[in-house]
């Protein structure tokens, strides 16, 4: 039996579990007051193992064959989503665990992918168990790399899943039909027929987001997805712990209302969770919820607080050591985070508000949603860089709401099987709720401050964050900290007096020039920030064929982390959907103090702008000519455009170029450039620190004589991963490489920082 190469590199590892775990069991027998020390630090070396585990990546996994042409065989383990585009074009997304392979020769795989097939019809749908074969190309599941997304790729890992597989429209051959009973497909089916008898009674729009909060999924309209995320309220559009959570307390309080006994409702309760769980589809996200929400529910229950904590410790660590991936999961840092403001702080902020003579349902409401939102503010400000000032509105007035209809929505399907007519009056009865809900909503995104943007907390100040929540909770470590102070009353003072000067020569310290190439994908988008703030965004990225908006998951986002909410300027470099695409969402989203653009037929724009032609925005927008410049603190700018360009043949041909100048530093600009407009550059002065390569690297731009003009040290190419034009090309490469000059990209480094002070530079990559 050959022994993986991961046992023989950390056999160290194991031999020091092994010593761990001896001194442990010792160390119990003697009852020593540090033997849980040894229980944590062998904890520790568990995870380490488990985390290797799930990283290591063994020679027949799918993933090792990224970007080849395969047959591939394998089974349909979960029910495919199904998505219908505006063409009438329907999306198919099958998860596959594959079997083999085929190339020239046959070969065993193991790992799932993402199987994506489009269809006119629904006919020949491959179910759960079937073995099927399909012919397409393995390409590993691609994000953004930029800070602060959510990591796609760890997160289809954590469900055992490493590729995606695309077959387009080719026939995906089911070789063999399986006549085994699936509980998968079984509940599919019920909720399919579930979700067609709501067709029946609301509008489709109301039946897809009251089946989305019963049983998962996001088929749900942008405004309202946008609505709910202001007010903070957008996890009970989904299956999560305060779902369970609630279903909880319904079942809990039915069951003291019929006056059954305390254990036989406990059990009733766990055995009710446990079917939902797996009418929800028993994906791995909806297990952790129904955990962390039984979890919650009985923590509330327990009349010993210390034994909730412990069980909240207990559960955690066994989750994690599970699977190691959660500690870096969204869904799991703000469930635990809530979990956490539940167990350790509701109880004291409860005793607090009763001083307030408030009814018990307020109190609740209130304690509740400020535990659980104190606990997880790291967090959500990290992934969402904002605070919904009206969540605590929401939460006291749309969510008791909200689950009305989820209880409700729960009894009709219940009672569906047997009394159809009252079925439909439910509906009837939620779809009115829904539209009360929905409506209240859309108001309290407009009050004064419904959302404000945060400053993400970087680690050292997310570890201070819960320290002081974790002294001011425990009363004997405060004693003992203030015992501390008193008795070291000198060092204390010398202390805070280093902290105030080191906290004021960071704020009076000049600040850089930071110039920022955000990974689009197969496009351009490039932030500057200057020393006092003022910011530049040079290009969105965007996509002709998709309907992704990047605009508003991609730059938004990454403008907001970096604590940009107005542009100077935003310069679109032509009117390409790669470069301005995203231009829509943050003209609707952010102030925009000057639009400028190449001369091109202003329908160009009000196209890829998606704006009527007579807009104001589209009539004041500047168009760049020749030396045309803008000064901002030190830094100019200039566009070296010529009028005198001849064969204008498309959008790339009018691409702006513009360089920055910052003291003897400057980057060059260049758009789509190509070969045969870059010699009206030749004359001009293009020398320049840095060059964002023309053309993600097409074959068709930077020619030897103009990159030997420009001469840059450093050489950044904003590209996709498998894009379709073979971007960058070998030969650019070989130009850039004939001359000393460093090349970045995109596609291999994630978001590029340069930092300089318009003397030297410094730079910063997402993916080290």
């Not at 090349?743 to 003397?759: C, H, S």
Request: charged share 15%; with cysteine; glycine share 4%.
């Amino acid at each position: 039996m050959k022994i993986p190469e991961i046992s023989k590199s950390y056999t160290h590892l194991f031999c020091l579990i092994i010593v761990n775990l001896i001194l442990a069991f010792y160390f119990t027998l003697r009852k020593h007051k540090f033997t849980f020390l040894l229980y944590l630090i062998l904890f520790f070396f568990l995870g380490v193992m488990r985390y290797l585990s799930f990283t290591f990546i063994a020679d027949d996994n799918i993933k090792n064959y990224d970007n080849q042409e395969i047959t591939l065989t394998g089974i349909i383990c979960q029910m495919p989503k199904i998505r219908q585009d505006s063409a009438g074009i329907y999306h198919l997304t099958y998860v596959v665990d594959t079997k083999s392979i085929k190339q020239k020769e046959e070969k065993t795989t193991t790992g799932k992918v993402y199987l994506y097939q489009k269809q006119k019809n629904l006919d020949n749908l491959a179910k759960i168990n079937d073995t099927i074969s399909a012919t397409g190309t393995i390409r590993l599941i691609q994000n953004y790399h930029n800070p602060n997304l959510v990591d796609r790729e760890l997160s289809a890992q954590e469900e055992g899943i490493y590729a995606t597989f695309s077959i387009g429209k080719q026939n995906l051959k089911i070789l063999n039909t399986s006549d085994k009973f699936s509980l998968q497909e079984f509940c599919y089916q019920i909720e399919q027929s579930f979700l067609q008898s709501m067709y029946q009674t609301m509008p489709k729009n109301d039946a897809n987001m009251i089946f989305a909060m019963l049983f998962g999924g996001y088929n749900i309209e942008k405004d309202i997805l946008e609505a709910y995320s202001i007010t903070g309220i957008i996890h009970i559009l989904s299956v999560s712990g305060s779902h369970i959570s609630l279903i909880s307390l319904f079942l809990l309080s039915l069951g003291k209302f019929l006056h059954l006994p305390r254990f036989f409702n406990l059990i009733l309760l766990l055995i009710l969770i446990i079917f939902y769980t797996i009418l929800c589809g028993a994906s791995v996200p909806v297990m952790r919820a129904s955990i962390m929400g039984l979890l919650s529910i009985i923590a509330l229950y327990l009349e010993e607080k210390s034994t909730a904590q412990h069980l909240l410790s207990i559960i955690a660590l066994i989750l994690l050591l599970f699977d190691p991936l959660l500690l870096f999961n969204i869904s799991f840092q703000l469930s635990f985070a809530s979990t956490a403001g539940l167990v350790y702080l509701m109880p004291i902020l409860r005793s607090k508000l009763n001083k307030l003579k408030l009814p018990s349902l307020l109190i609740d409401n209130l304690a509740l949603t400020m535990s659980a939102q104190i606990f997880a503010f790291p967090i959500i400000i990290w992934y969402f860089t904002s605070l919904s000032l009206s969540s605590l509105l929401a939460n006291l007035i749309i969510i008791p709401l909200l689950e009305i209809l989820i209880i409700l929505g729960l009894i009709a399907f219940i009672l569906g099987f047997i009394f159809p007519f009252i079925t439909k009056i439910l509906f009837i009865f939620a779809s009115l709720i829904l539209s009360i809900s929905n409506e209240a909503t859309f108001l309290l995104t407009k009050i004064p401050f419904a959302s404000i943007y945060v400053p993400p907390l970087d680690f050292p100040a997310i570890l201070i964050y819960y320290s002081l929540i974790f002294i001011t909770l425990n009363i004997k470590i405060r004693k003992y900290l203030y015992l501390l102070l008193q008795k070291y009353k000198f060092i204390t003072y010398i202390c805070s007096i280093s902290l105030i000067i080191f906290s004021c020569y960071f704020m009076i310290k000049p600040s850089p020039l930071q110039i920022h190439f955000i990974d689009v994908g197969q496009g351009d988008a490039c932030l500057i920030i200057t020393p006092h703030q003022h910011s530049i965004l040079i290009d969105t990225g965007g996509s002709i064929n998709s309907d992704f908006d990047i605009g508003s998951y991609v730059d938004l986002p990454y403008l907001h982390h970096y604590g940009i909410n107005k542009l100077d300027y935003l310069i679109l470099s032509h009117a390409d959907a790669d470069h301005s695409g995203g231009a829509n969402s943050i003209l609707q989203k952010i102030p925009v103090n000057h639009l400028i653009i190449t001369d091109e037929d202003k329908d160009l724009y009000a196209k890829i702008l998606k704006l009527p032609l007579n807009n104001p925005l589209l009539a004041k927008a500047i168009v760049a000519k020749e030396n045309t410049a803008f000064n901002l603190e030190d830094i100019h700018f200039q566009f070296l455009q010529n009028d005198e360009k001849e064969n204008l043949k498309s959008s790339n041909d009018s691409s702006n170029v513009l360089k920055l100048t910052y003291h003897n530093f400057s980057v060059l600009f260049t758009g789509d450039l190509p070969q045969t407009q870059e010699k009206y550059l030749l004359n001009k002065n293009i020398a320049s620190t840095i060059l964002k390569v023309a053309h993600h690297g097409s074959k068709t731009s930077s020619s030897q004589e103009f990159l030997e003009h420009v001469r840059p040290q450093l050489a950044i190419i904003s590209v996709g991963k498998y894009n379709s034009f073979g971007h960058p090309s070998k030969e650019v490469l070989d130009r850039l490489n004939n001359l000393p000059t460093k090349i970045l990209r995109t596609d291999e480094k994630g978001a590029i920082v340069i930092y300089t002070d318009g003397y030297n530079y410094s730079l910063k990559t997402f993916l080290n």
